[in-house]
Every structure is written in C-alpha cells, then in structure tokens.
C-alpha cells in the first residue's frame, strides 16, 4: 500500500509569507502528526489530528496551525514565515491504536 | 519534564562487534519507548517498539524502568546497519495511540569495515 505523501517535497519562502504543506496518510489511518527537524533541536512534535480534531499540540507559537479533513488528510499552515522557520517538516500517520507511526519524506521549508 | 537524551552524537564500531546504543528518558507517567532509525536518504522508520517485545535485524531492546533506560544493543554490528538512530517517547494515556512523539537528538551509528 502507498506510503504516507508529504508535497511539496522543497519550498522557498521570503520572510513574512505563510505557507501551507499537505500531507496524504497511508490508507486507513485516521492519526495524523507533524514534526519539525532542525540540525539544532532535532525533531520535535507540532500537533497530532485524529479524526479532524487536534488531540495534542506541542510547544510552537500559534503562527504554526494545521488541520485534517475528513479523509484524514492533513494540512499545515504557518503564517508570517520567520528565518528560524527554515526546517524539515515531517508527517507521520498510524491507526487508532498507534502501532508506531509511519513518516512521510518530509517538506524541505527555506525561509529567506 | 519529558525528556529523551542520547549521550553520544556518534558510534563507531567495526563490523563484527557488539553495539549498544544508549537511550534515558524522564517521564511521570507510563511511557511507551520506541526505537526509529534514519538510513542514508531514506526516510525515518520504526525500527522497536517496547511493547513488542521483538527483535528486528538483530537489534533488540529492553526498558529498564529502575534505570529509566531503553538501549539498543545489537550483537554483532554490520556495515549495513550504518544509520542515525532516535530513540522516542511517547504518552500512552491516549487509550492506546500515541501521537506526540519526544524524540531524542539521536545517535548517528558508523559501523567500518
């Protein structure tokens, strides 16, 4: 069965747009999560849709927004766009029982 | 707070040799631990899950809840196993899924010929 499919694969973005990322889960899969990957934190959690409702949220300010439709599909939006922002953003999925999550390839953001 | 901390950035070994790949964690609560490796462009996928119990390419990993400990330990290293490896935590109080992920800064694994 396909993977779970992150588009676009690469963005450049200027200081002060938003962007928006798309993220298909593997079939099936109602969890949806999103990771940021720095070379300086690591990887680190976002939020996690399950069923079209954010059931957690991580420590990032509330420019970062996402949400998942009811295909389980998932999107993330992140608004007035800073340097800092430039990172890999990753998505994984799993069914509800979270048998492990299954990662995407990710969206390589740059911001400048 | 939870935490998951990887004391080495790097480990090289030669093939052949034992690996263990260090993992502690903090946690209140009842945490699930899991193992995810990074090959070269490839993307991150499941390698462990303690619950599991199982032993997957040779490596296997035992939570050590007096230590607060998950290693990776491997007994004999190949060179294909050469990768980045994160341990990851996760809350398990979401009735079974687990989708806020703590992942370590990781353990990038050098195995030489």
């Known amino acids: 069965k396909a993977g779970v499919t992150q588009t676009p694969r690469y963005l450049i973005k200027t200081r002060g747009q938003q962007v928006t990322l798309s993220c298909s889960p593997i079939?099936?899969?109602?969890?949806v999560s999103w990771y940021q990957q720095t070379p300086g934190q690591g990887l680190q959690f976002l939020f996690e849709y399950f069923s079209e409702t954010q059931r957690n949220k991580g420590n990032f300010p509330g420019r970062f927004s996402g949400r998942q439709f009811s295909n389980s599909r998932s999107e993330m939006n992140v608004s007035t766009l800073e340097l800092g922002d430039s990172a890999l953003y990753l998505c994984?999925?799993?069914?509800?029982w979270g048998y492990g999550y299954t990662f995407g390839s990710g969206t390589r953001l740059t911001v400048v | 707070a939870q935490r998951v901390t990887q004391p080495e950035k790097l480990l090289s070994v030669f093939k052949g040799a034992p690996v263990e790949l260090k993992c502690n964690y903090s946690?209140?609560?009842?945490?699930?631990l899991f193992w995810y490796v990074q090959y070269s462009r490839q993307r991150l996928q499941l390698l462990l899950r303690?619950?599991s119990r199982e032993s997957i390419k040779g490596f296997t990993a035992d939570l050590n809840k007096g230590e607060t400990s998950f290693h990776l330990k491997k007994p004999f290293a190949q060179e294909e196993d050469s990768a980045m490896y994160y341990c990851a935590l996760s809350d398990s109080n979401y009735g079974g899924s687990q989708g806020n992920l703590i992942f370590g800064k990781g353990t990038k694994l050098s195995v030489k010929p």
């Open positions: 303690h619950i």
């Open positions: 079939s099936g899969h109602r969890s």
């Open positions: 994984a999925s799993s069914d509800q």
């Open positions: 946690y209140s609560g009842s945490p699930e």
